[in-house]
């Protein structure tokens, strides 16, 4: 009978503790460089650099998001393509110094490499993706200089970085 009991008890602490368990996401979880304040104060330093050579405060290459799609997380790939595009052919071809620019590159490959999976075959935020790809190609037409248009972009990678946060947010 005592055997019983222990088996029935062993059993029974087997059940708890799987049923305790936390359950897998059906979305990615969030990538930790959006969360770390040290990828924040490295990004807010490179981006203060590019601005400084600006002159040019009234154009924003990065379209604004609506709060209600902000919120919904449709965004999350449009900005994550974004990003993707940055990577290969913004902030790979920088020549300018900007501070901690390689710190910044390194957590922001991090992000697109956590996030990428997710949106492989996701088409939403593609409208997103296309303005922005647009609002750069006009800016490198108005200054007359795509190396003018990359460090605007990369005076706003702290707005995309936002945009990011905010977007893609793991859901329960």
Same mark, same amino acid.
């Given at each position: 009978m /005592?055997?019983? *009991?222990?088996?029935l *008890? ?9 049923a ?7 979305h990615?979880p %969030?990538?930790?460089? @959006? =969360?770390s304040?040290? +990828?924040?104060?490295?990004? !807010?330093t490179?981006?203060?650099?590019a601005?400084?050579?600006?002159? =040019?405060?009234? +154009?924003r290459l990065?379209p %604004?998001?609506p709060?209600?799609?902000?919120? =919904?997380g +449709?965004?999350c790939c ?11 052919h913004i *902030?790979h071809q920088?020549t300018g110094?900007?501070?901690r ?6 957590e922001l %490959?991090?992000v697109a490499?956590? @996030?990428?999976p997710h949106c492989r075959s996701? *088409?939403?935020?593609h409208e997103h !993706?296309q303005? !922005?790809?647009?609002n750069l $190609?006009?800016a490198g037409q /108005? ?10 972009a990369i ?5 995309? !970085? ?7 947010k793991? $859901?329960a």
């Amino acid at each position: 009978m /005592m055997k019983n *009991l222990l088996a029935l *008890l062993s059993l029974l602490s087997c059940l708890a503790l799987s049923a305790a368990s936390p359950r897998p996401l059906r979305h990615p979880p %969030r990538s930790p460089p @959006l =969360d770390s304040s040290e +990828t924040w104060n490295n990004l !807010f330093t490179m981006c203060k650099d590019a601005r400084a050579r600006d002159k =040019d405060h009234e +154009t924003r290459l990065i379209p %604004r998001i609506p709060s209600d799609s902000m919120k =919904d997380g +449709t965004m999350c790939c449009g900005n994550v393509k974004i990003l993707e595009y940055y990577l290969k052919h913004i *902030l790979h071809q920088a020549t300018g110094s900007y501070s901690r620019m390689d710190l910044v590159k390194h957590e922001l %490959r991090r992000v697109a490499r956590d @996030l990428e999976p997710h949106c492989r075959s996701n *088409l939403a935020g593609h409208e997103h !993706f296309q303005s !922005f790809t647009e609002n750069l $190609q006009l800016a490198g037409q /108005m200054y007359k200089s795509n190396a003018t248009a990359h460090n605007k972009a990369i005076g706003e990678t702290d707005i995309l !970085f936002h945009y990011l946060y905010e977007t893609c947010k793991p $859901q329960a």
